[in-house]
């Protein structure tokens, strides 16, 4: 269990990566004459970038192929030069997507692969570790808003310099643990592609379909937090609201390691299955509270906790469904496509939220509803549950 929580940790580092500029964003948009939008787009790079490193790892079947371990440093190294390099040599937006773009290639050696970590450390569905994995990662989604309310740092430059340090020290941490007993080595030829034949097995199928019907409603929710906190708190400071964004997204590390820890007992397929029913009834019920202040909050407090409460469990499953020499891989292709789902629903509720008003996060509904159908045998198969085994 040290070894699950150390790589759990060393994630949370190297992935600090992902929103850095968020955190910094009042400050660029001064420093470069940027719009607002302007940091929409930074982000964008970022994810662009992991669909890119996620496709072909998959692909080409390298994350299977190497030592995750040194995958997972020299991702954080080049991902953290690639921060510097943003902060320090990049002299406007052009440039500046670039780096992002190229640190958002270097977040697909360390979020799938540390995943892949987790599950050569586990002798069977690694719920809790993964949990642990993606708590972190919210716990970072979440951090930007923290620094923008508390404006920590006189120079945003020394912010990145921090969070690039963080990356490094990830890696480092990785590297002295190492793989674990229960990691399998791909060897032979290369077979290109050969990551698209996972989704011929029925159970990996059911738990990635479903993860995409969750990441059509994750990261759009996180996006419209701030919009929706600012819409019932309409006499509450830019201060609160972030601080708020925090608490509400923050809340989600205690929702993934719920769901890591329910995992021992349901199993991960009934764990997903509650958890996306769950958020998917917020998704429809949350417009007609909104007249309620304190009750809205509490509720997007509770969307919060349960809309990342799955996320890890669909990934438990994958990695238990496919074979074991293509984890890295099958974790990967997930990862590439539900992300690039995500794009989707947050330009959709972007484009319509002035229009729609609360209203637009009905537009979210689909992609729990859509997921549920796609996963409803893992909840009647939940699978074997984790007692005393992480």
């Known amino acids: 269990m040290a070894q699950v929580l150390g790589i759990a940790f060393a994630q949370f580092l190297g992935c600090s990566l992902w929103f850095s500029v968020n955190g910094v964003s009042s400050a660029l948009v001064v420093h470069w004459d940027l719009e607002v939008s302007d940091i929409g787009l930074l982000t964008g790079a970022v994810q662009a970038g992991f669909i890119s490193g996620t496709l072909g ?17 020299s991702a954080s190294l080049l991902g953290g030069l690639a921060n510097l390099l ?14 992002r773009f190229i640190v958002g290639v270097c977040l697909a050696g360390i979020y799938p692969i540390g995943m892949k970590l987790i599950v050569s450390w586990s002798p069977k569905l690694p719920g809790v570790g993964l949990g642990l994995v993606v708590g ?17 740092s006189p120079d945003w430059r020394l912010t990145l310099t921090f969070v690039s340090g963080l ?13 674990g007993p229960f990691g399998v080595k791909q060897t032979g030829p290369i077979q290109w592609g050969a990551v698209f034949k996972s989704f011929q097995i029925p159970r990996f199928r059911a738990s990635a379909y479903g993860y995409f019907g969750h990441m059509w409603e994750l990261y759009a929710f996180w996006t419209l937090v701030p919009w929706l906190l600012a819409s019932v708190m ?18 989600g590390l205690f ?23 769950v958020s ?45 020499d293509m984890v890295g891989s099958a974790l990967s292709i997930q990862n590439c496509l539900g992300f690039l789902i ?26 729990p509803i859509l997921g549920l159908i796609a996963m409803r045998s893992l909840f009647s198969d939940p699978g074997i549950s984790e007692k005393n085994t992480v």
């Not at 943003?86 to 780096?99: C, D, H, K, N, P």
């Not at 990356?167 to 793989?179: K, N, T």
């Not at 794009?343 to 939220?353: H, N």
């Open 57 to 73: 790892l998959a692909v080409s079947n390298l994350a299977d192929r190497f030592r995750p371990s040194l995958i997972f440093l």
């Open 86 to 99: 943003f902060a320090y040599q990049a002299s406007g937006l052009g440039e500046g997507l670039l780096y």
């Open 136 to 152: 972190m990662l919210t716990l970072g989604t979440a951090s930007p808003h923290l620094f923008n309310g508390l404006s920590w």
């Open 167 to 179: 990356a490094l020290i990830g890696g480092m941490l990785v590297v002295s643990i190492g793989e």
């Open 234 to 251: 309409t006499e509450a400071s830019a201060l609160e609201i972030s601080m708020w964004s925090f608490v509400v997204i923050g809340i």
């Open 255 to 277: 929702g993934a390691v719920w769901g890591g820890l329910m995992s021992r007992r349901w199993g991960s397929g009934r764990v997903a299955f509650v958890s996306l029913a």
């Open 280 to 324: 998917g009834s917020i998704c429809v019920l949350y417009p007609f509270l909104e007249d309620q202040q304190w009750a809205t909050i509490g509720v997007l407090m509770v969307w919060g906790f349960f809309v990342i409460a799955d996320s890890a469990q669909f990934s438990a499953i994958s990695s238990k469904s496919c074979p074991p």
């Open 342 to 367: 995500s794009i989707g629903s947050i330009v959709l509720l972007t484009d319509w939220v002035d229009t729609l008003g609360t209203h637009v996060v009905w537009l979210l509904v689909p992609g």
